[in-house]
């Protein structure tokens, strides 16, 4: 099994793209989705989240707003990434294994943080997904609740992204329309079919 790596910088249409690649019949792990259903009323990191970070948590529940407060510094956020990590990959462990089992031939793992967190040596190959600066500040900053200041402190702790492109094995633009995005999945898609897979067999041997 072709494990593809997705990743890309805040308000560059990764989620989007990722919406792409399942449309086209590949299955997608998406670690936002997950981190989210670890927040919500009974997932598995509110309890130490709460314990980590007292009034990060409202009616059983992670507060994001309250979170996002609480994380100050690098050693907030080490604390955060040590409850949250070990559940993502368990979560994103148990989404290859079914994948394998079907004899899925190319997985997606959409990961944010791929480089920042050195994920990129799990995968066979990484899509970065890029976009103009002026385009991914715009769209950044139409989210809900996002400012100026927030955004750059997210950024601040992202790989730029001529970094990120320059690593990349593909590179998918986004800033051209939803068109051309789908047919750039599309020539990624093919590319993968005909490269070797070594990073699940590699997983599965030191798993061992």
Known sequence: MFLLGLTGSIGMGKSETGRMFRRLGTPV??????????YVQGGAAVEPIGAAFPGATRNGAVDRAALSQALTGPEAWQRLEAIVHPLTAKAERAFLEAQAAKGTPVAVLDIPLLYETGGEGRMDAVVVVSASPGIQRAR????PGMTPAKLDAILARQLPDVEKRARADFVIETGRGLDYALEQVRRVQGAVAQRPARAWARRKTEAA
């Open 140 to 143: 950044a900053l139409a989210r």
């Open 29 to 38: 792990y998406d670690a936002d989705a997950v981190v989210a259903a670890l």
